[in-house]
């Protein structure tokens, strides 16, 4: 079944209850991700003197899913923006969208990050301004952006061909889509965001099922292959188990997930401020925690909550209710309601639009 071409006529905004749902679980294990590396053996912003192996473990399938998820909802959110606003006020939405709060969480928080960081002799502030020190885990956001605006030229070709039928996404496409994953640089996951821009039609006509079902045996595979397989086509299996993993957590969200839940709906609203609040709060929490003796599992706990019930009263109370930060962190519309009279009602919250919109 072709994609519906974009018309003139207004299209009501679907909100995704199981995007709603599989992004709050995606942003939660990327809180995770980031304080174990602060007890992983491997070298992070911030390193504890206790660590573990366990934590590798912990973190090895992480990173496979979360990252190309993430980017594979923000493609079908693109496609849902351009479908319904056109490419014009979708380029200017997601200027101000992903743009805005780039800009104002590099230079307000992760530069107050690495000025304490290098005050306390664990960081070169030098190192900031150098090869793209200042994005840290802002690398998303810049990712995604580049994306957006390649989106418009890669949209339009996609309407002119009239988008491969859903049939034809059968088994072939997952064997030949992690070769799309094996370009460095900034471009190495555009293929998860260019088929998540094209996974509307595979949703509805029930091809993500048999696309699960392909990407199960490839999983096992791609399993083998990174364990057992030779060096030299690694970075294939590599990434085709990270192919696999997203697309059966896709099938699992929709067909588990696909329900109304208010807790759902109010953290997914609360995620981007989550994702750019909660980094130097870990940071931070990993730096204090250094000199107190208690077990690392303890330490790696309390950095969870901490960050966790921070980032969501910060979005709740300040990012929320300010029009200010909700422009700055969130990229909302500086705007005020206007009620009878003329009287101001408050800070413009985004509308259900809007939400069903937001970056993931």
Known sequence: MPIIHPTNRPVRATRHDDLDALRVILMALIVVIHAANIYSMHKWVINDTQRSFSFEVLLAPLNVVTV???FLISGLLCA?????????????????????????????????????????GRYQFSDYYDDKGWLMHLWFLHDLLIYH??????????NWLKFPRAPLWGGA??????????????????????????????REDGSLRRLAAWSVPLFLLACLGVTQGPSSVRPYWEAALSWSSSLICLELGNR?????????????????????????????LGLAFLSVSIPMVIKFALILIIAFGASLAAHHYLIRRNSLLGFLFNGDRLERDIGPGGRLRGPHHPTSTEKAHRPA
């Open 256 to 284: 588990f997930l696909n329900r109304p839940s208010n807790a759902f709906r109010t953290l997914s609203d609360a995620s981007y401020s989550v994702y750019l609040i909660h980094h130097p709060i870990v940071v931070l």
């Open 173 to 202: 496409i997952i064997l030949v889509a992690p070769i799309l994953s094996l370009i460095p640089g900034t471009f190495h996951h555009f293929g998860f965001f260019a088929f998540g821009m094209m996974y509307r039609p595979v």
């Open 149 to 158: 605006v390649a989106s418009i030229p890669l949209w339009a070709i996609l």
């Open 68 to 70: 190309p998820c993430f």
């Open 80 to 120: 849902e923006g351009l479908r319904q606003k056109g490419t014009v006020s979708v380029f200017f939405d997601r200027i101000r969208r992903l743009g805005v709060p780039l800009i104002a969480t590099a230079l307000l928080l992760n530069s107050a990050q690495a000025a304490i960081l290098s005050y306390f």
